[in-house]
């Protein structure tokens, strides 16, 4: 009788875990033009900031050098700031022009003039661009790309192709027969239909999420309730940037208020300044004295608000 020996299982064998894929690096850093490996380099690194420092120096002198020669001519006399030879520095300070450009030139009326202008215009446009863009981007009526495209199509018309049809309008408005030259609305109205500022809202609009619209109106809130309490408040970055455009533009436009507002006790600070210095005997230094009281408040504008300006023309562009 043989015997067997006993075969023996094999052990099971035991599972191997999966190894686990490491999750992609997040890109933290920021995106240039040249990478940072090659900014490390001693000629590339050079290179780089001698061309950043000569970019920046040119943007410097095309863009405030006027500005500080008009501060600067202001502070002159008459006779250094005529002189054949241009002075960079004052040779004596007259800081007191200022004030008689203020006085003579009686700036104080015109400033006033200017900023009901603005302030009334900024209203009236974003009032306007408000509801179009949310009719046409909420509440999408028949044709309504017909009419964003008919508007979009005006901003490539010339400004000055527009300028005689408008004045017609103004000094004999259709069906009512008023005319609104030497008056606020001459300024106003014009300007209340902005494509540009309809557009940019319209965009940030489109990237509100329709689950909002939708709970509003299961709430029961109708279109105006929705725009005023649901759309406005998400919306307010970019109605600060077509703020500041509105007021800009109706602070710096030059030709249409030089058409429009006749009367000296109406017209604008920019019209003003150039009638005075074309028909009075008004000193080059007092002249650029008003230029740059004029000119104030829109680069302090600019300066304060330039972070929500980028901020508001980005906003909604893209989603997520």
Do not use: C
Not at 182 to 188: D, I
């Amino acid at each position: 009788m043989t015997l067997t020996a006993p075969q023996r299982t094999p052990p099971a064998a035991v599972p191997v875990p999966a190894r686990r894929k490491r999750p992609p690096k997040e890109f933290t850093g920021t995106r240039t033009l040249i990478s940072a490996s090659d900014l490390r380099r001693g000629w590339r690194r050079t290179a780089y900031w001698a061309v950043l420092a000569v970019v920046t120096i040119l943007f410097v002198l095309v863009f405030f050098f006027p500005v500080y020669w008009m501060a600067t001519g202001a502070l002159k006399s008459p006779a250094e700031l005529v002189s054949p030879t241009p002075t960079l520095f004052p040779r004596t300070f007259h800081p007191e022009t200022y004030a008689t450009a203020w006085s003579q030139m009686r700036v104080a009326r015109y400033f006033a003039n200017t900023a009901l202008y603005a302030l009334g215009g900024w209203a009236i446009q974003l009032a306007v661009a408000v509801t179009a863009a949310y009719a046409l981007s909420t509440l999408r009526p028949v044709l309504g790309n017909v009419v964003l495209g008919a508007m979009l199509a005006s901003l490539m018309l010339p400004a000055a192709a527009l300028l005689v049809p408008a004045y017609l309008t103004v000094s004999h408005v259709p069906l009512i027969g008023v005319n609104l030259l030497n008056t606020p609305w001459a300024l106003w109205l014009p300007g209340a239909a902005n494509a540009f500022n309809v557009y940019i809202l319209k965009r940030f609009f489109d990237q509100i999420p329709s689950d909002l619209i939708d709970s509003a109106s299961l709430d029961g809130a109708g279109p105006l309730r929705t725009l005023w309490s649901v759309v406005l408040p998400l919306a307010r970055p970019v109605l600060g940037v077509v703020s500041i455009f509105a007021v800009i533009g109706m602070w710096k436009d030059f030709l249409w208020p030089l058409l429009v507002l006749q009367d000296p006790d109406t017209q604008t600070l920019s019209v003003a300044l150039s009638r005075l210095s074309a028909t009075s005997q008004v000193p080059q230094n007092v002249m650029m004295a008003g230029l740059v009281i004029a000119s104030v408040p829109m680069i302090a504008i600019f300066l304060i608000f330039q972070r929500s300006i980028i901020s508001g023309l980005s906003a909604g562009a893209m989603k997520g």
